[in-house]
């Protein structure tokens, strides 16, 4: 049973261009989870997708960013025009169908995609 | 406040040592908690939850105060390996039928020879 795949793993960009992050969750996984980590900081929430729905998009910020979670394929995180200071790790995680409602409900992370902007 | 709360540290201990970490949280209708290690430049991972009885897995010990919203994790006979950053993480209500979680900034270990 494959894990969370991230793809890019590195992706290099110049000031102003698109980034386009994909995750594929754990199989079974419905739930998305996107964050973003800055060197030597925590992780922070970025936005909870569901197959076609965003559940919570709090964390993301309100300009250049968004997400997608489509029927077929995997999760997208895009970052339009992107600035030195979206330099970062972005993590995707996935959790199981029942997340919503269950207590003990763990997130299983992928490998990351680390986006370095020029 | 910060939702979750952790001492950054770095804690540096010497093979073998008892260590402790912990986290406070301010939600007081969080409902499940974690404890996550992170490598350098890696994924978090699941190291234990956490549950209100408290709980151990070899030499990790994990504890839950609800009363007090406040969470450890202890670790006995310190490994090299365990070199890490430790993350506490909380997952609780939002309030609109809805449940959120949340990673705390972590507290870094290094364990030395």
């Known amino acids: 049973n494959a894990g969370v795949m991230q793809n890019p793993r590195h992706l290099v960009r110049r000031r102003g261009q698109e980034a386009r992050l994909r995750c594929s969750p754990m199989k079974g996984h419905s739930h998305v989870y996107w964050y973003r980590q800055l060197p030597e900081e925590g992780l922070k929430f970025m936005v909870y997708?569901?197959?076609?729905?965003?559940?919570?998009e709090s964390g993301m910020p309100k300009e250049r960013f968004s997400a997608e979670f489509p029927k077929e394929g995997p999760s997208i995180l895009r970052i339009q025009q992107v600035v030195r200071g979206d330099s970062a790790a972005y993590f995707c995680?996935?959790?199981?169908?029942?997340?919503?409602?269950?207590?003990?409900?763990?997130?299983?992370f992928g490998p990351g995609t680390r986006l370095t902007v020029l | 406040r910060k939702e979750v709360e952790q001492d950054p540290g770095p804690f540096n201990v010497p093979e073998g040592a008892t260590v402790a970490f912990n986290c406070t949280y301010s939600n007081s209708a969080s409902q499940s908690f974690f404890w996550y290690r992170q490598d350098c430049r890696k994924e978090p991972k699941l190291l234990m939850s956490?549950?209100?009885s408290g709980n151990e897995d070899g030499r990790f010990t994990a504890q839950l105060n609800r009363a007090s919203q406040y969470i450890s994790l202890l670790i006995r006979d310190s490994k090299l390996s365990d070199s890490a950053t430790y993350l506490c993480?909380?997952?609780?209500?939002?309030?609109?039928?809805?449940?959120?979680?949340?990673f705390g900034a972590g507290t870094r270990l290094f364990v030395k020879a």
């Open positions: 993480v909380v997952r609780g209500s939002t309030g609109a039928g809805g449940f959120k979680t949340i």
């Open positions: 956490v549950y209100s």
């Open positions: 995680a996935s959790s199981p169908s029942a997340s919503g409602a269950s207590s003990y409900n763990e997130q299983f």
């Open positions: 997708l569901q197959k076609e729905n965003i559940i919570d």
